[in-house]
């Protein structure tokens, strides 16, 4: 398994953006499904972006499909989520996941077996 590990959180306003980073270490980085989940206090985990190993599919939940870009550097092992436009409700911890190999880049938690600790996003009004 991929060992992960978020940075990039902070504190920003409304209207801003952020870019979370996931470094990943281990073998295989191309083979794996990666994703960006948050979770709010009090709140269930939700999928916010995924990326399909090898061949490059991504997929974004509706409330920051026209604002999360993801990207990742291969070389670097790296995965980023880029949020523009921020909201009060994006407000959360955020995780990065993994899991080798997935038959599509889906955003449920249970699909993916390798977690990092998590960068705290908080965004005032």
């Known amino acids: 398994r991929l060992q992960l590990v978020e940075s990039g959180g902070g504190s920003v306003q409304a209207g801003g953006s952020l870019r979370l980073s996931c470094a990943a270490s281990g073998s295989a980085f191309t083979s794996y499904c990666l994703a960006w989940f948050r979770q709010a206090p009090g709140q269930a985990r939700e999928g916010v972006a995924a990326?399909?190993?090898?061949?490059?599919?991504?997929n974004y939940a509706p409330s920051v499909s026209d604002r999360a870009r993801l990207s990742r550097d291969d070389a670097k092992t790296t995965l980023y989520l880029t949020i523009d436009n921020l909201r009060p409700e994006d407000t959360a911890m955020y995780y990065c996941?993994?899991?080798?190999?997935?038959?599509?880049?889906?955003?449920?938690?249970?699909?993916?077996?390798?977690w990092g600790q998590g960068t705290q996003v908080t965004v005032s009004s």
């Open positions: 990326f399909g190993a090898r061949d490059g599919r991504q």
């Open positions: 996941a993994a899991v080798f190999w997935c038959r599509a880049p889906d955003l449920a938690p249970e699909t993916y077996d390798s």
